[in-house]
């Protein structure tokens, strides 16, 4: 190879683009359609994130007509001009010149990319959002890497001709499978196997990962394997010349034909090697968006090098256009999917169906795996779309089906736990002790049961606890609700089974709110049978005796108040509800209290915030024996000058309000802890294995009893709350919906409870991990500036309106007291005039409530009107941004160029020659 005319070819055309105005219009003209494409697609904005997937989804099409723009004159220009013969002519290989041309041309895209990066960068960087660092660049990288794919391609077509026009038409034909093979379900809807296939072999599809910030091996072997074999195809189109005149040039045209078939294979076999073995991946992004947790990564090799377990398919029903809200769990999902199946080598195979949402291939993702599209409806109304978004895990006949993933869902952990569950179909037993609830219902079909329930039935095998009979059966952990329900003789077998040292998790609620209408009483309070003439008669059932629960708290050391509530004054900012009373109580680190989580124990580490309605307060019992040697650990604690109590029957428990008007007093000056775990040997067994063994007792019996004493230690976990496990709270963090509650994290405590007693502790840390996504900061902004607003706009219409009921109330109090003060009225007289100052009262309060809602109704809707007003600026500004801000710096160059070019034509010229 000779690089000193490599040198000389590559500078000669690099120069000649850059010497006149014309490359930089096309730069121009490149960067303006990246610009477009990316600040004026309306799922920019939709999305809300600080990235470049707009831009992603759109550049393989703006590269079909730049990238030709700068191939057609590759040879194409050499021949229209009379240059190729004196190119031909010099003392070099073919390989000198192809390589020349082939690198100026890379070099041409690179300078038009960086324009590109450096503008869309200073969008970014203005103040609209912060890009991730290592995902701009990854993307940045990938786009080169299509680029110098479909530059070789283009070459090609430059060679065929020696027409411009031509040669840019043949480019963009030829580059066209590159692009349009990524929407090949557009094209072959009937034929959706076909469609997969071409998909996974386009320019859009092995760009994916460095989309996500990955730089893979794989993907850099595709385009790179693309650019070798077309480079070898241009140097067969230019040597054409030694054969062409030869009687043998129809063999040498079968001969090279072959050699380049024989070559595209083998770029096609290396590339699906190393993309199946994934040798080297790299995730790029500065808040390691890509990379799988620690656990993850163990649990998956132990996996891999366990020759026990089956291989295991993972089938990804995923529609290619889903709405924008869930653009991001979309884009999560596969990502995991991808670096599960790199880090399982052959032991994970991932299928992905980009099916449409009817259909065969529909018909049987249902038939098969029970997956049906998801029906949504945007929140600003129109028009309903079904998209798919589930996934089946099968390993040989056991199967674990996710229907739907929503948008809060924890990826990672979804799909490394049901990647374990059906590799090890033997799950830990969870029984679920009956209390008189329908939690513990677990013969009703799924999706008529408690949300908990389906969540731990996914996990674990969940067997109903029959608390009438000694529970003697194995089980790994209990789960008890509302224990104080039980009867004497339940209670003694449940408290029994705690004592034998089965780990048990105990929710338990003095004031159960949400389950009115399911008759729960309190801790405090007598259960009632269920009578159906009671109520007619206003007498009620009669009380159902209920077991002694203080059995249990001393055997656990502690003091459960069933007396009062906690209640706090603190709520996260922005957390935006229709109503919310101080006993909705938020444990939240940003409450100032900096033990409100135990980051000491593995349940409640790394939480930021959970909600409590109507708790009780656990502690420990201070008089508690010598001889017990257990230890209470709080979990999650309230704050400490804001908290304090107020009476249970001071608070009227109905199916969905608290009256009005009740007051808590002044804060205790304390904490008050309202979930805590106790662990250790009570003192009674303390005491019972002292006096079994003495100093004579044989040291093998002496060890053996120690270790089956030890074995029965209890491990318990108490929170001081049932309605904390209401379904709501699912479905708050399967749908995110974090603007309607920040961050709250119930489900998880729930969930770390449950697997630290079973001793299953592989997914607590993975179910903790979120990914930092960058978000448009000026967007959400200008939305925060609405949530403030509307927040306090709720305030006022609360306290205008406790203010009329204080008024109406006082007004009618004095009306009532006026009418019992009146002499001359009968007992009836007084009686219909009461009845009809109640009536008048309750109307005139009805009016003016109404008449307040309408007012706050009419303010928030033009406060939400304000606010879009306000984002739709900020859009518009940054899409003008976008627009102009790529056209500053080549127009500069462009122009800077011309004068320079026109100065050195002046040179030499008599002035009179000048114009």
Not at 13 to 22: E, L
Not at 293 to 318: C, F, G, H
Not at 683 to 705: C, G, M, N, W, Y
Request: a negative charge.
């Amino acid at each position: 190879m000779n690089w000193t005319v490599l040198k000389a070819v590559f500078k000669r055309d690099f120069v000649s683009y850059f010497s006149s105005p014309t490359g930089y219009v096309f730069i121009c003209v490149f960067a303006v359609l990246s610009g477009l494409a990316t600040f004026w697609s309306p799922e920019f904005f939709t999305r809300n994130l600080a990235n470049l997937d707009q831009l992603s989804h759109w550049l393989p099409f703006i590269m079909l007509v730049f990238i030709p723009a700068i191939t057609m004159s590759i040879w194409a220009e050499e021949r229209r001009q009379g240059t190729d013969e004196l190119l031909l002519t010099v003392p070099a290989h073919d390989i000198d010149i192809v390589l020349g041309k082939y690198l100026a041309g890379v070099a041409i895209f690179t300078v038009s990319l960086v324009f590109s990066a450096a503008s869309i960068l200073i969008v970014f960087k203005y103040g609209l959002g912060n890009p991730d660092g290592g995902l701009y660049v990854s993307t940045f990288i990938g786009y080169w890497f299509i680029g110098i794919a479909m530059i070789a391609v283009g070459m090609v077509a430059s060679f065929l001709t020696d027409n411009l026009t031509v040669g840019f038409i043949l480019g963009t034909l030829f580059n066209l499978p590159l692009a349009i093979f990524g929407v090949a379900d557009w094209v072959f809807k009937d034929f959706p196997s076909l469609a997969q296939g071409l998909r996974n072999w386009s320019a859009i599809e092995q760009f994916k990962d460095f989309e996500r910030g990955v730089l893979s091996i794989g993907g850099v072997v595709y385009f790179l394997s693309i650019a070798v074999v077309m480079i070898y195809l241009s140097m067969v189109l230019i040597g054409r010349r030694h054969w062409r005149a030869s009687e043998e040039s129809a063999g040498m045209a079968g001969h090279f034909f072959v050699r380049t078939l024989a070559l595209a294979a083998a770029a096609i076999g290396i590339t699906m090697f190393v993309q199946d073995h994934n040798f080297a991946r790299i995730d790029a992004t500065s808040e390691n968006l890509n990379s799988l947790s620690p656990d993850t990564r163990r649990l998956i090799t132990e996996l891999r090098t366990n020759d026990d377990v089956r291989n295991i398919k993972i089938d990804a029903y995923i529609s290619n256009e889903v709405p924008d809200e869930y653009a991001t769990t979309k884009r999560t999902l596969l990502t995991t999917l991808e670096e599960l199946r790199a880090l399982g080598g052959g032991k994970i195979r991932v299928v992905e169906h980009a099916i449409p949402n009817f259909g065969p291939e529909a018909e049987k993702a249902e038939k098969n795996f029970g997956i049906t599209p998801q029906e949504y409806m945007p929140p600003e109304g129109g028009e309903t779309t079904d998209f798919f978004l589930g996934l089946a895990f099968t390993s040989g006949l056991d199967k674990v089906v996710v229907p739907f993933v929503n948008t809060g869902i924890p990826v990672e952990y979804e799909l490394v736990r049901s990647i374990l569950t059906v590799a090890q179909p033997q799950r830990k037993v969870l029984g679920v002790v009956s209390t008189g609830l329908a939690f513990t219902e677990l013969d009703q079909p799924a999706g008529q049961r408690y949300a908990l329930i389906d969540e731990l039935d996914k996990q674990y095998e969940l067997k109903p606890v029959d608390p009438t009979k000694p529970i003697e059966d194995k089980y790994d952990a209990l789960l008890a609700i509302q224990p104080s329900m039980m009867g004497p003789q339940e209670m003694d077998n449940f408290v029994d089974a705690v004592r034998e040292g089965i780990p048990t998790a105990i929710f338990e609620d003095p004031f159960p709110f949400f389950f009115a209408e399911q008759s729960v009483p309190g801790t405090g309070d007598p259960r009632m049978s269920a009578s159906p003439m009671g109520g007619m008669f206003g007498g009620g059932g009669q009380p159902i005796p209920k077991g002694d629960i203080n059995q249990l708290w001393n055997l656990l050391q502690v003091r459960f108040d069933p007396a009062n509530i906690v209640w706090q004054n603190y709520r996260p900012e922005y957390s935006v509800w229709g109503y919310q009373t101080p006993e909705w109580v938020f444990i939240d680190r940003g409450n100032g209290a900096a033990e409100s989580f135990n980051d000491e124990q593995d349940i409640s580490s790394g939480l930021n915030q959970i909600l409590l309605l109507y708790p009780g307060s656990i502690r420990e019992d201070e008089d508690q024996g010598d001889g017990a040697d257990l230890k209470f650990s709080a979990l999650a604690t309230t704050g400490h000058d804001n908290s304090g109590t107020v009476a249970t029957r001071s608070r009227q428990r109905a199916s969905n309000r608290v009256s009005r008007g009740e007051k808590t007093g002044p804060p205790s000056a304390k904490s008050y802890i309202v979930a805590a775990q106790v662990t250790g040997k009570p003192a009674e067994k303390q005491a019972v294995l002292e006096e079994e063994l003495t100093d004579e007792t044989d040291p093998a019996d002496r060890v053996e009893s120690e270790k089956k004493t030890e074995e029965k230690e209890l491990n318990v976990v108490i929170v001081a709350d049932i309605d904390w496990t209401i379904p709501s709270f699912f479905d708050i963090r399967a749908q995110g919906m974090e603007n309607f509650l920040p961050a709250t994290q119930n489900v998880t405590l729930m969930l770390n409870i449950l697997d630290s007693l079973a001793g299953d502790d592989r997914f607590i840390a993975m179910r903790k991990r979120t990914l930092p996504l960058k978000r448009l900061d000026d967007i959400d902004n200008a939305r925060m500036e609405y949530l403030v607003l509307a927040e306090k706009d709720q305030k006022k219409f609360d306290e205008a309106l406790d203010e009329k009921l204080a008024a109406a109330e006082k007004e009618f109090r004095e009306k009532i007291e006026a009418i019992q003060d009146a002499k001359g009225l009968s007992s009836m007289e007084k009686m219909q005039q009461l009845s009809l100052v109640s009536r008048r009262a309750e109307s005139k309060f009805e009016a003016e409530k109404a008449a307040i809602d309408t007012e706050r109704s009419r303010n928030q809707k033009k406060t939400k009107n304000d606010m879009d007003e306000a984002v739709e600026s900020v859009q518009l500004k940054y899409k003008l941004f976008g627009l102009f801000i790529p056209l500053i710096p080549p127009l500069l160059l462009a122009t800077a160029v011309f004068f320079h070019r026109r100065e050195q034509e002046r040179i030499g010229v008599v002035k009179e020659r000048l114009r």
